[in-house]
């Protein structure tokens, strides 16, 4: 299993950043597949997630309506879409798979 973010940055509150995942190394297309994030001092949260074919998401309660997860699976690629970001979403985040398999990270900040 290899998961590789990208996307990450600094950018002002309210704004927006695009993650990207590119998986490989295991059957992307039937895997359901998480976002999880690690701000600092903190554990791992879980923060949305989508089922194989794209039709069920879920979402933690705090970017329900700011964050939409979606994947394209002939690209086998997830994809985070992030709006009117808080400070408090500053962390690493992670794809993951269910099996717990997840890449190295993506820096998010949100600073002014």
């Known amino acids: 299993v290899q998961l590789v973010e990208s996307g990450g940055g600094l950018v002002q509150p309210g704004g927006s950043l695009r993650l990207s995942c590119a998986a490989s190394?295991?059957?992307?297309?039937?895997?359901?597949m998480w976002w999880v994030r690690q701000a600092p001092g903190k554990g791992l949260e879980r923060v949305s997630a989508i089922n194989a074919g794209g039709s069920i998401t879920t979402y933690e309660d705090s970017v329900k309506g700011r964050f939409t997860i979606s994947r394209d699976n002939t690209k086998n690629t997830l994809y985070l879409q992030m709006n009117s970001l808080k400070s408090e979403d500053t962390a690493v985040y992670y794809c993951?798979?269910?099996?717990?398999?997840r890449g190295q990270g993506t820096q998010v900040t949100v600073s002014s």
């Open positions: 993951a798979t269910a099996g717990g398999s």
């Open positions: 190394g295991f059957t992307f297309s039937t895997a359901t």
